[in-house]
């Protein structure tokens, strides 16, 4: 069974700090790898990652793949309260029918 | 682009009665959909996938005569909970899958709060 595991499970910090949020995972035929935020309802779509060591950058966002550890890291700097929120880690298997497997998500919260 | 709409927001019903929640992709066409449920500090669960035309497939677990699935076009599916039990309580949440390059990412609606009383 496939099974992400995100960590920390909940992060507070001030504002202007630089976070770094963990995501591992086992899955068979692994495909690829999606960050989420999901601030009230929707999650919202933040990177795709399908090969190793290649930086995805977004604005103050960053994420990368790490194959042989079976992770991945979303990093955000300069903290904004707009960033609070909890951080969706979702993997695809290669079974052709493009199902995610979720974890439980990081709550972040920024204290202005 | 890619924006999904789902409807309505929040329902609230009596046990006994059957429920229907629409995901609509607006801006594409989605031949795959997703409908999830989230608990409380969970995260989302696949119920079933939905593609256009055929039946859905269900997760393990999921009832499938009381999960109506329908996909009726490439910009709707629906989820239909029939005969509603305060168990049923949940958020319930659609996506849906693009056809093109980018099809293994899945756009979310903005969820479905039910509360069977």
């Known amino acids: 069974e496939d099974k992400v595991v995100q960590s920390p499970l909940s992060l507070v910090v001030h504002e202007g700090d630089t976070v770094t949020l963990n995501c591992s995972y086992e899955v068979t035929n692994f495909r690829s790898l999606l960050w989420y935020k999901q601030e009230k309802k929707a999650p919202t779509f933040l990177f795709m990652l399908t090969s190793s060591g290649i930086e995805k950058k977004s604005g103050r966002l960053s994420s990368i793949l790490d194959k042989k550890e079976l992770s991945s890291i979303l990093n955000i700097t300069a903290t904004q309260t707009g960033d609070s929120a909890i951080y969706l880690c979702?993997?695809?298997?290669?079974?052709?029918?493009?199902?995610?497997?979720f974890g439980t998500g990081t709550r972040l919260t920024i204290i202005p | 682009g890619a924006v999904v709409s789902q409807h309505p927001s929040r329902v609230i019903c009596k046990s006994g009665t059957s429920v229907k929640i629409e995901c609509r992709s607006l801006d594409f066409q989605a031949t795959t959909m997703f409908w999830y449920r989230q608990f409380p500090k969970q995260s989302l669960m696949l119920m079933a996938t939905s593609n256009e035309g055929s039946k859905a497939t269900y997760e393990q677990g999921v009832e499938k005569d009381k999960f109506l699935i329908n996909h009726a076009s490439l910009t709707l599916s629906t989820l239909t909970v029939t005969s509603a039990h305060p168990e049923d309580s949940s958020f319930y949440i659609c996506?849906?899958?693009?056809?093109?390059?980018?099809?293994?990412?899945?756009?979310f609606g903005a969820g479905t709060r039910l509360s069977v009383l």
């Open positions: 996506s849906a899958a693009t056809s093109g390059s980018t099809k293994n990412i899945q756009y």
């Open positions: 979702a993997v695809e298997g290669y079974f052709g029918n493009e199902k995610l497997t």
